[in-house]
């Protein structure tokens, strides 16, 4: 089995920043793109960031300059730092990423969410 743990969300003002990390564990044989997807009360899914092994990123038009996605394999985990955070930004994130299991194949697996609010 493999698990993807988020943290760090939470009430922020307009302005401020979080930092939000994803933990991968379980039977891992390798990773490959990790990202943050969001969704909005009433809104659609959508990708915030991501990044490949190879630490290459894409971001969203209305974060680019303002949200820094980065990774750490060897442990195993993936941070969005959010910065001058408005309240549009305010959603459920939910960490992502492509993992090949030991002695299996690729799978997408989802972290559980973590909520930010930025309101003040």
């Known amino acids: 089995q493999v698990q993807l743990v988020e943290s760090g969300g939470g009430l922020v003002q307009p302005g401020g920043s979080l930092r939000l990390s994803c933990a991968a564990s379980?039977?891992?044989?390798?990773?490959?793109?990790m990202g943050w997807y969001r969704r909005a009360p009433g809104n659609q899914r959508e990708l915030v960031a991501v990044?490949?092994?190879?630490?290459?990123?894409n971001y969203l038009d209305s974060v680019k300059g303002r949200f820094t996605i980065s990774r750490d394999n060897a442990k195993k985990m993936v941070y969005l730092e959010m910065n001058s955070l408005k309240p549009q930004d305010s959603a459920d994130y939910y960490c992502?990423?492509?993992?090949?299991?030991?002695?299996?194949?690729?799978?997408?697996?989802w972290g559980q969410g973590t909520q930010v609010t930025v309101s003040s």
């Open positions: 992502n990423a492509q993992i090949r299991v030991i002695g299996g194949q690729i799978y997408d697996y």
């Open positions: 990044i490949t092994t190879g630490g290459s990123t």
């Open positions: 379980g039977r891992i044989f390798s990773i490959y793109n």
